[in-house]
């Protein structure tokens, strides 16, 4: 059964503050990045999940996620596109 690597990553919710995110911010003004205009930081997710598809090793990333990963109270979370892991040679 093939593999996949699928990242699901956690944010605070917008109406919430950050600030670890508004520290590192503050950091990219100092470094002179002019260009940022806001950082919200949060935690990632690196799953190897081994499923009969991309939609199914999707599903579990996104229960996984809902059951266990995020605090729903305070934050969100996106679960991103599945690639597959090559088969070892």
């Keep these: 059964m093939p593999r996949y690597e699928v990242l699901v ?5 917008p109406a919430l ?3 670890e995110g508004e520290t590192i911010y503050q950091a990219t003004q100092r470094l002179g990045f002019s260009a940022v205009h806001s950082v919200r930081a949060g935690r990632a997710f690196l799953l190897e999940i081994q499923a009969d598809s991309p939609e ?6 996104h229960q996984l996620a809902e059951k266990l990963l995020h605090n ?7 679960v991103h596109t599945p690639k597959p892991v090559p088969s070892p040679t």
């Design 9 to 13: 990553t956690t944010l605070p919710h």
């Design 17 to 19: 503050l950050d600030p």
């Design 56 to 61: 199914t090793a999707t599903e579990i990333a």
């Design 72 to 78: 729903p109270i305070v934050e969100h979370f996106k």
